[in-house]
């Protein structure tokens, strides 16, 4: 179970991150997911018969060859519901998330396969490596860009914790992930050394960087390439937490 609190401690964000955002970078699934992922663990323990007898017997069968011929065509009955809270209950909503589920999987015997298959089936992803990569402190900084609340004015105004949005060396121009990463006249030096070597990136391995519009440009630097593997994007993520740690902007007291 992962509280917000737990999630930011993870992460080390910021606590005004959505918990959406926050789920996606640790790649924790959903309480729904995992609430569904519980109960359907547990109906397989009733099923499977190895759970405690009074548990087994909430499981509506009958104990006939033509019954159960029918459970495995038809599946496990549902009890009939006649109102609504009823039917949300554990056994009525089990029953009907077992029905749905591929024979394949109702015929694992061993509970650890069972929890790996269904963890497949809810599409219940690894979390990102590429998330964790890198050195502290540019990798919390950028990690941070990426859940969109990280010290850059434009970000942080957002969540009124700035009084505006501006660059601290542009008066009049946001503060904004695109004016930090690729326009900020404050930072040209790092920012060519960085595309350089990006740019260097680009002639050895097939990916392309340089003539992409900004906005995209950008999704790359936060999020790595779709296409590219792992090796590429950190390769990626070198050079981008590089330009973090040598702009100087989260270094305490010049956050503007
Ligand atoms: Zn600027």
């Known amino acids: 179970m992962y509280s917000v609190e737990a999630m930011i401690n993870i992460s080390r964000a910021f606590r005004n991150t959505s918990t959406t955002a926050l789920e996606t970078e640790l790649s924790l699934e959903s309480l729904s997911i995992r609430r569904k992922m519980h109960r359907i663990v547990l109906y397989f323990k009733m099923v499977k018969g190895i759970s405690p007898p009074y548990l087994k017997s909430l499981i509506p069968t009958h104990g006939t060859t033509r019954d159960r011929y029918l459970i495995r065509e038809r599946g496990i009955p549902v009890p009939w519901s006649r109102i609504v809270w009823y039917g949300r209950s554990f056994v009525v909503q089990s029953t009907r998330d077992w029905n749905s589920l591929d024979t394949k999987l109702k015929d694992i015997n061993d509970i650890s396969k069972f929890k790996i298959a269904m963890k497949l ?5 690894k979390p990102n490596k590429l998330y964790f990569f890198g050195n502290e402190p540019a990798q919390t900084h950028h990690s941070r860009m990426r859940l969109g ?3 850059l004015n434009a970000q942080l105004f957002l969540y009124i914790k700035a009084v505006n949005p501006d660059c601290p060396h542009c008066a009049g121009t946001p503060e904004s992930i695109v004016h930090f990463f690729l326009n900020c006249p404050h ?6 050394l960085m595309l350089q070597r990006l740019d260097a990136l680009q002639n050895t391995h097939d990916i392309e960087i340089s003539n992409l519009p900004p906005k ?5 630097f936060l999020q790595g390439g779709s296409k590219y593997d792992l090796t590429i994007n950190s390769a990626i993520f070198t050079e981008i937490q590089n330009f973090i740690e040598a702009s100087q902007r989260f270094r305490v007291n010049s956050s503007g």
């Open 121 to 125: 089936n809810l599409k219940i992803s």
């Open 216 to 220: 995209e440009k950008i999704k790359i």
């Open 187 to 192: 930072y040209t030096q790092q920012r060519d």
């Open 149 to 151: 609340i990280s010290h």
